[in-house]
Nanobody, 116 residues
């Protein structure tokens, strides 16, 4: 099993920044990639950014130029730096871990609220 614990959400004004972290523990061998998703009220969960085991990062169009995903392999932690936040970024942000085989694992989510 894999456990994912997200931290760093909160309330911030538009234009502000937050840094989310996701610490992975348990059977994290054979990790293919880790990613951040978000789900706003009444909307489907959507991919924000992902980072492969080799370090390649990809971003949703809405995140490009404002958000940065990174990882610390020594700490088994992935980060999401959120800059220039907008009210439409308000959502619950979820961490996800994909292995090469088997279903993905999800964290419990952390709320990000951006006020105008």
């Amino acid at each position: 099993q894999v456990q994912l614990v997200e931290l760093g959400g909160g309330l911030v004004q538009a234009g502000g920044s937050l840094r989310l972290s996701c610490a992975a523990s348990g059977s994290i061998f054979s990790t293919k990639a880790m990613a951040w998703y978000r789900q706003a009220p009444g909307k489907q969960r959507e991919l924000v950014a992902s980072i492969a085991s080799g370090g390649t990062a990809t971003y949703a169009d809405s995140a490009k130029g404002r958000f940065t995903i990174s990882r610390d392999n020594a700490k088994n932690t992935v980060y999401l730096q959120l800059d220039s936040l907008k009210p439409e970024d308000t959502a619950v942000y979820y961490c996800r871990l994909d292995k090469w085989v088997g279903p993905p694992f999800w964290g419990q989510g952390t709320q990000v609220t951006v006020s105008s």
